[in-house]
């Protein structure tokens, strides 16, 4: 475990310490007269595990391995660590650039112990079922793919008609006729390749369709 202080939590230095975070809702100040919480801060890099930290803390302060430990935990506590270590499960440098954004957001809900990725990963192994094709799936079915939701199922029976122009963002005028499920599932894969994506031409009539 090599910890990491995440990136979205800037560091902001003081005359007597600092602060981590400069959200209304998360900021966090540290008074630090030695500045041996600032030379802590600074190697959280995610290149050191934690031996290696106290080997370089003892060189100029007297502290225990004991106490580099708790400093460390009670960071984590705080919400601002998580693990260097950690990597993509999916070694596709393409998907890793795709999804960076999310994994960067999911980064908040991480920590030493819960990487930011298995949020990614989780969702590229999730199935999900879509009924419809219309308005609301259209719009549904694209946040899915942004996503990175990695099983799509849709069902749905109707043509594409003008009227479905408006709001159905998965089609186009060229598209006039056609099926809902051919066109949509074509643009979903050109939208999101990675996918595995099905299609079902049926409607649904009662629960045990």
Request: with cysteine.
């Amino acid at each position: 475990m090599k910890p990491k202080l995440k990136h979205i939590y800037p560091v902001i230095k003081f005359s007597h310490g600092f602060q981590i975070g400069d959200e209304p809702n998360f900021a966090v100040e540290i008074e630090d007269e030695n500045n041996l919480f600032i030379k802590l801060i600074d190697l959280l890099d995610g290149s050191n595990n934690v031996e290696n930290i106290y080997n370089c803390m003892k060189i100029d302060y007297p502290i225990s391995f004991t106490e580099i430990q708790e400093i460390i935990e009670s960071l984590n506590d705080m919400g601002v660590l998580e693990n260097g270590e950690d990597t993509f499960a999916n070694e596709s440098e393409i998907l890793r650039k795709k999804y960076n954004n999310n994994i960067n957001y999911f980064s908040a809900f991480s920590n030493l112990n819960k990487s930011k990725f298995s949020f990614q990963e989780k969702l590229c192994e999730t199935k999900v079922l879509v009924i419809g094709m219309g308005g609301l799936g259209s719009n549904v079915l694209y946040q899915l793919s942004g996503l990175g939701v990695g099983n799509i199922v849709t069902v749905d029976f109707d043509d594409i008609e003008h009227k479905n122009l408006n709001r159905q963002i998965l089609y186009s005028e060229n598209n006039i006729g056609k099926k809902k499920t051919d066109i949509g599932i074509e643009r979903l894969k050109e939208f999101n390749s990675s996918i595995n994506f099905n299609s079902y031409e049926r409607k649904i009539n009662c629960e045990e369709d």
